[in-house]
């Protein structure tokens, strides 16, 4: 089974983006997550995971979430490579995510015909 479940902070505004020639939408954003041990120098690290979403939840993520805002997510794990111009072999992974929820404030968000809460009831 390949599930991930993440909590942390976006380091950027996401943005939303169109698939070129079709109508797809999503928005790609990167989460710093704490790590829950300290390092040698006595702080918390954190890591840099980068977050794929799609569709309507992509929308509302654009459309509530700012820099800094904390987020709650649950997807897979992907993995591939690729070749650079130069001929070098890059490796990425990235979260794909299905669902998420907003953390924080504790204030409602209307979202057509569903509210999402940002608690995490």
Do not use: Q
């Amino acid at each position: 089974m390949n599930k991930i479940v993440l909590l942390g902070r976006l380091i950027r505004d996401p943005e939303l983006r169109l698939v070129e020639d079709s109508e797809k939408i999503y928005t790609k954003f990167i989460i710093a997550v704490e790590r829950n041990f300290k390092s040698s120098d006595g702080e918390r690290k954190s890591d840099l995971i980068p977050v794929t979403l799609w569709g309507r939840k992509a929308e509302v993520v654009c459309k509530y979430m700012k820099k800094g805002s904390i987020i709650s997510l649950s997807g897979r794990l992907r993995t591939g490579s690729y070749e650079d111009k130069d001929g070098n072999k890059k490796y990425i992974a990235e979260v794909v995510a299905e669902d998420f929820r907003f953390v924080g404030h504790r204030k409602n968000i209307e979202n057509d015909d569903e509210v999402v809460n940002e608690d995490n009831n």
